[in-house]
């Protein structure tokens, strides 16, 4: 929670009324539980090409639903008019289709029980609200980037980004939960793009997306990005991997950077242990997951010093959050433990399915706060918590880890990633890969991918770095469910050894 | 729906900027959509939004600067909040390099007409028959999971220079997972529909039992390069792909598989075998689309001077010959190209093939019949080398006959190189994308393909 107060634009709509209005309408039609989102979320993109400006767009999304369970059954709708017969009539067609679909829901729904928050505000941690910045300026410090990348005589073309958002949601339910939220994200970037004598490339900015303002970009906050260093080295960075040798292919040990880290993470570990896809609700679509929920306890998800938590409390945090799209107070929690799978993220149907997850203290479970809807218009769906692996207390630097390992690659930076739909078997590159001869870097090395399968890769975990090297990563647009959705999560991880890790040749694998 | 109609914001809009020029989109959209798994319905729901896009154009001595503002609107009042802002972002902006003058003075007959909406009874046949087939499914040791939705998008598009279009895109599709009960046999249906009059929850799970009983004989194989037959759905997965990385700037820049080495695009040159013919077109029957260009922001392959530039049929290769790449009007100036915009439909054809994918099946002595591709991500540019992997049935071809399932596989292919290394083709017919299909694009017509040394990088555990 931080000092900013929310948009008072935001809290001169009629929420409040709207909401009474349908759960009052909701339950002289006799549903069971009912809760109201109100959300308007603005979106502003910037792109810049060449010192160009390319476009500047302003988006918000305004709306309301209804959620309801009635006769065991979900009913949902959701409408833009903001007026009480609209709430009346989307609270109505809730129930309606609810009707519908009892039909086809043999095993009535219930939700775990949660604490009534009477009225509860949130905010995020930021400083400066990004969407408050005059486009201009923001525009000139894009345009300053790509201007400064040009210099670099290996970059031909350059462009940058910056992805904003300000997301508000009121919530109320039946039981008298109203929470008032407001989160401020950002993602910021560039890349450099350059041809060789036979070949072209691009080196991006290794910068995560994050839950903070625009201090992040012109500094002011305690870890803001250096970019003025990083815009000073990518054009070199970029020159020495147009020159690179082309790798060979093979087993190599690999020490990874939180930049490149974090995305395995978040494919091989944050997906795996979603409760829903454990229990096939995304199978036709996401997919499912290997980490069933009989593996729970007893899973050897990997070495001994792989510890994961979930968290959607973490400051800064993509995910983080106060409460929950079904007004659950938000936690954190351990998933691996000692390299054992101990815990799945879930939303309060799952909580109700699944009551040992929460211990012995409450026997009809509880939900750890999962649920997210990425608009007014869709419905809340289990999403995934800030997913992070712990540093080792004491552990190494990464020049250490680097240093442990006589042929192996140091992995910088994500690029491509692909994972199957029970997530075993992967496939990623990386902005740049450096070779390790005798514990020393020896240069960049091209057209590299690691491939492995889940439970290999992290069982190969011989060390984590210590708190030092530990990096809060992230996503911005996670895509999941039907109608798909977006969600921004963050990772954190310490630069990490992995042994034995198989390395392809992406031209060969082209057969070029 | 909403209070006031989508012309008169159009009209509000228009009369109310005070930038030298507006273009206004009204998107006018409900959508209902039923989602299943183990056997019951999982979620639903109806949704219905108006989003309001204004482009405002500012002129000054230095060029043209444009600001685009869209947001939820079903009021005239915020209709006029986002004029106002449009035109102080344009006020703000600096001269855009796309600019060109507006398209002017076109009507579509239809423009008075209303929006068209969809709602839950789009299911009134097919809901039924779904719960029917749980029951079925159920008694059979089979767990089903699927969804189908239905989106109706009225689109109006005005502007100060006299353009008054309007087009209804129905967009619809179903898809349907099959597990046996012990989940280690999946297999999957799906396509595309504009109205669900032919979709039925029955076929659909007849066709499941069908290709789960092919998996009563389980083969494991390595990884390798196999004879492999992608049925259209999988084609239309990699041609989307080969489409989307079209664009004509980026490969005039030396950035992608159509980027010419020593500078220039390949257009001109022979990328796929002869007779291969890989186009769009907004008329193509069953795949209608918007026949004009509809841009809310610049970038490498739109451009909001281009709206409502009309569209027609363009080749994007001929007879294997690249021929057209993703054009605006300021990269087609770039690239001294014919003005080729995107269309929001993909048809691959192959003259002289005809038959099925049972046919190519039967052609075959020993192969691989997939059923889709799944998580399909580009590695590299410089070859569109694509990842990817196979889900929900990899079927063994024996002397023509599907004789057992096989373990799944990633691979890592080119779509181009694909169009030239495939040995034989069906006919084209309706298709659908399993990974881009549901959300960004349902419109696509591809034969199924033979492609002899498909390249299977590693066996993928998941079942």
Known sequence: ?512 | MSTLSPQSFVEHAVATSIADDCVVLVHDKTGANLRWANNTLTTNGVMHGVTVTVISFVRTSAGVSTGSVSGSATTQAQVTALVEAADAAARAGTPAEDAADLPRDRVSPTWAEESVPTDVHVYDAFAPALGEAFGRATAADRVLYGFVNHEVTTMYLGSTTGLRLRHVQPTGHYGCTGKTADLTQSAWVGGATRDFTDVDALTMDAALEQRLGWGARQVALPAGRYDTILPPTAVADLMIDAYWYAGARVAWEGQSVYSRRGGGTRIGERIARPGVDLFSDPAYPGLECAPFVVASRSGNESSVFDNGLPLERTDWIRDGELTSLLQTRHSAAMTSQPVTPAVDNLVLSVDGAGGSVEDLVAGTERGLLLTCLWYIREVDPQTLLLTGLTRDGVYLVENGEITGSVNNFRFNESPVDLLNRFTHASATVPSFSREWGDDYFSRTATPALRVPDFNMSSVSQAQ
């Open chain 1, 1 to 512: 929670m931080s000092g900013q107060q929310v948009d008072p634009s935001f809290l001169s709509l009629p929420y409040r009324r709207l909401g009474d209005t349908a759960l009052a309408r909701a339950q002289e039609l006799g549903a069971s539980h009912a809760d109201f989102r109100f959300e308007r979320v603005r979106y502003q993109d910037l792109a810049v090409r060449d010192a160009v400006l390319q476009s500047a767009s302003d988006r918000e999304d305004l709306g309301f639903a209804v959620r309801v369970l009635h006769g065991g059954a979900w009913g949902f709708a959701a409408g833009v008019v903001l007026t009480d017969e609209e709430a009346v009539r989307v609270a109505e067609t809730a129930v309606a289709v609810a009707r519908v679909a009892a039909k086809m829901t043999p095993v009535p729904v219930e939700l775990a029980p949660e604490p009534v928050h009477a009225d509860v505000t949130w905010v995020s941690a930021y400083d400066l609200n990004p969407l408050d910045v005059p486009v201009a300026e923001k525009a000139a410090v894009l345009v300053g980037w790509t201007d400064r990348l040009r210099v670099g005589a290996a970059v031909d073309h350059a462009s940058a980004y910056l992805m904003q958002v300000q997301e508000n949601k009121y919530y109320a339910d039946l039981t008298g939960t109203r929470t008032t939220q407001q989160r401020v994200r950002m993602q910021p970037g560039f890349e450099a793009m350059g041809a060789g004598a036979d070949t072209f490339d691009s080196m991006s900015s290794i910068a995560p997306p994050v839950g903070r303002g625009w201090e992040y970009v012109v500094g002011g906050a305690p870890d803001s990005w250096d970019w003025d260093a990083e815009v000073a080295e990518v054009p070199e960075l970029l020159a020495e991997k147009l020159k690179a040798p082309s790798v060979e292919a093979g087993s190599y040990d690999l020490v990874i950077h939180p930049s490149n880290l974090w995305l395995t993470i978040h494919e091989s570990i944050g997906h795996a242990t979603e409760l829903d896809r454990a229990l096939g609700y995304e199978a036709n679509y996401a997919g499912t997951s290997f980490a069933t929920y009989d593996k729970l306890g007893s899973l050897r998800y990997g070495s001994g010093v792989m510890n994961v938590t979930g968290d959607r409390t973490l400051p800064h945090g993509l995910a983080t959050v106060g409460y929950d799209d079904e007004g659950v107070e938000t936690q954190s929690w351990d998933i691996v433990r000692d390299g054992v799978l101990v815990g799945y993220q879930l939303d309060r149907a799952m909580g109700r399915m699944k009551p040992e997850l929460a211990g012995p203290d409450l026997p009809d479970g509880r939900s750890n706060g999962c649920a997210y809807a990425d608009s007014p218009g869709h419905i809340p769906i289990q999403r995934m918590a800030n997913v992070s692996l712990q540093p080792a207390p004491d552990g190494p630097s990464t020049e250490e880890l680097i240093g442990r390992v006589e042929r192996g690659l140091y992995v910088v930076g994500d690029k491509s990633w692909s994972i199957d739909m029970q997530r075993f078997n992967f496939q990623f590159t990386a902005q740049r890969f450096y070779q390790i001869q005798d514990g020393e870097l020896v240069g960049q090395v091209r057209d590299v991918a690691y491939q492995a399968t889940t439970t290999e890769f992290w069982g190969s975990l011989e060390a984590v770095g210590g708190p030092e090297t530990w990096v809060l990563g992230g996503a911005f647009n996670c895509g999941k469910a039907q109608p798909g959705q977006v969600a921004s999560v963050s990772h954190g991880c310490p630069t990490s050894l992995f042994r034995g890790v198989n390395i392809l040749n992406t031209t060969d694998e082209a057969g070029h």
